[in-house]
């Protein structure tokens, strides 16, 4: 599959966008207020223990502690089980493993999400283009995409000579880059990562940080790569055609990143100097805008609506216009399928994780079910985040679930909506004229056996309620003010949003 790294930088943002055959799979922000803490070592301190989640907070030196559950510890397992049953492994209980004012080695696997703070572990792992360094583990893995046998063999091999040669204290796993990678070149990034490690240990036993300051926590002792060259060297493969980078010192920096440390990707790289902006000469721009709506029109005719919760993602499947099939089930049928193609590469466009719920267009025959879950099983293939999907339920959806590791593309670009507080919706304006009549009543019925001056009440409120108040609410208005026995005066307020009115009762002084 041919594709393009887009990167496009300036003083206050770094956008990565990767495109395959003309379609955006993934963008990537990074904004000098809120950079990814993916990867970063901290020495944090333990806050708080939480027996009953088997889980700590840390405290990083981020505005919110971080999360720490017991299965992220880095302790020994311990095997239960009886004779005659298979064993199974426990962890301790977490109150045996750390204890509240512990000063711990950390690393962020996600990001602060919302009001979550960042999801932390003690396992450490240092990641360069081909290879996984864990400095507390002592075993060699291979990754699950490379499948061919004796590569795998290979592998292993390899990476088990390397540690006995340079006598390195951990595991290795190879990732799916190092897939017929030479020895040679494997040594060198084991030799970098170790280095590395080598460099973290240091600054903890010498109590000084990167920056010279006092280690003492919370102190970040390694801070990942920036979004570009992280980018590159987790994006960038075989496939990878052009690397255009949109900044020249940025350029020069990635050129003399990747000579040194992912030979031959230098040829790969150019500077892109053209008047039109980059990411608009390839249609990111407009692609990020489509994103960020909850509609995907389908090139059928069909679309897809997705829509986010706190917990869950929802994808409805609907025909549209798409009437192209000799039969309904046969129409159903191949609006499904183009669906099944697009599904996964909207949840990887938009970053959407966690779990999420499908609901496809109702089919009889079960072969068709069959075949739109093998054609989403094999889209979802191409997203590196770990997937798990489900065969249809009895009610017809298909339930998944996709690695969260950051902020959605949403959660990123959109803050909610002040007027409708986040749920897309705002009240119509005879809505509001019935909330307006029921809370003069109320107001009224609240000053009965209280003396009440003369005066008049002032009802301010958008045009669109104010024109409803004197056109088809008016003789509900003139009947509920002879009861209330006040005039009811009425005043536009440009400056309200749809929904928001206030009453005032305006007293006559002058009695």
Known sequence: MAEELLINVNPFETRVALVAHGLLQEVHIARSSGYSVIGNLYLGRVERIVPGMQAAFVDIGLQRPGFLHVRDIESPRVILGEPDKAPHISKPDIRELIHDGQELLVQVEKDPISSKGARLSTQIALVSKFLVLLPHERHIGISQRIDNADERVRLTESLAGIIKELGILGGLIARTASEGLVADDLCADVKLLNHIWERVSQRISEGVSKRGESARAPRLVYEELPLHSRMVRDLAGPETERILIDDRPTFDRMLAYVDEFIPGYGARLAHYDELRPLFERHGVEDEV???????????????????????????????????????????????????????????????????????????????????????????????????????????????????????????????????????????????????????????????????????????????????????????????????????????????????????VLVQDLTR
């Open 289 to 503: 805008t489509r994103a960020l709506t909850p509609k995907v029109a389908l090139k059928s005719g069909g679309s897809l609506v997705i829509e986010q919760t706190e917990a869950m993602i929802s994808v409805d499947v609907n025909t549209g216009g798409f009437l192209g099939g000799s039969s309904l089930e046969e129409t159903v049928f191949r609006a499904n399928m183009e669906a099944a193609q697009a599904i996964p590469r909207q949840l990887r466009l938009r970053n959407l994780g966690g779990i999420i719920v499908i609901d496809f267009i109702d089919m009889f025959d079960e072969e068709h079910q069959r075949q739109v879950l093998r054609t989403l099983e094999k889209a979802v293939e191409a997203d590196p985040a770990r997937t798990r999907i489900e065969g249809f339920s009895a009610l017809g959806l298909v339930q998944m679930s996709r690695e969260r590791t950051r902020e959605s593309l949403v959660q990123q670009l959109c803050a909610p909506c002040d007027n409708c507080q986040g749920i897309g919706m705002v009240r119509t304006p005879e809505s509001t004229c019935i909330e307006v009549l029921r809370a003069l009543t109320q107001d009224h019925q609240a000053r009965c056996g209280q003396r009440q001056a003369e005066g008049e009440y002032l009802i301010r409120a958008t045009e669109a309620v104010v024109d409803r108040l004197l056109e088809e609410d008016a003789d509900h208005l003139a009947g509920l003010s002879q009861t209330i026995q006040r005039d009811v005066r009425i005043q536009v307020e440009p400056g309200y949003v749809e929904g928001q009115f206030d009453i």
